[in-house]
């Protein structure tokens, strides 16, 4: 089975350009999660899609972020604009259990705004 | 707020030497999740933990959970050189939130 797969790997953008990033789930599974790790930090929660509606969006650091799921299937993650703060990795994550496997992780995408 | 302490952070030992990660955290829960993390790859799963008392094993690692306690342990036995990674433990924020709350991770160093 694919795993959870995140686009780009890498992206390095100036300061006040709009990055979007792209997650998708492991086929099948209803639940969709981003995360972030800033450099230093720990890795947190942004928001979590049940199919394509927001279940919890409390995570999100402010209104230059804005993500979807249109159709329930993919998800996208957009930056606009950027700010240096942005800088980090962002992890995507999906379920179909939570409670007994947990999730399931993308090798995230490592964003550098410069 | 639920808050989730790791230590070490960055943890070098020698090949065979056994050693324990410790997970504190401050808020009651009772499900605990271990996950491994190679460079520039994506967080493993480890270890689903989901009661107190809980303990489970795979290979040279070992997981355990006390509530009482709010502390989960991942021990490691005989190191070998693969086990050099990243660790992390997650919380979940409050029963059925679906939200985790991660250690800042536990960088192991292996060293033959």
Redo the contacts between chains.
Sequence with gaps: EA??TQFPSHSVIEKGQTVTLRCDPISGHD?L?W?RRVMG?????LL?FVKESK??E??MPNNRFLAERTGGTYSTLKVQPAELEDSGVY?C?S?QD???????????TRLTVV | ELK?EQNPLFLSMQEGKNYTIYCNYSTTSD?L?W?RQDP??????LF?L?SNGAVKQEGRLMASLDTKARLSTLHITAAVHDLSATY?C?VE?QGG?????????TKLTVNP
Aim: glycine share 16%; aromatic share 22%; hydrophobic share 35%.
């Design positions: 795993g959870v639940n999660y995360y930090k720990e890795i947190k929660f979590h279940q919890d409390s995570g992890f994550a379920s939570f409670e007994i496997y947990g999730y399931t992780f993308g090798s995230g | 989730v499900r999740y996950y520039g790859k994506s967080l493993e799963s689903v989901l992390f997650a924020a939130s679906e939200k985790l709350v991660f250690g800042k991770g």
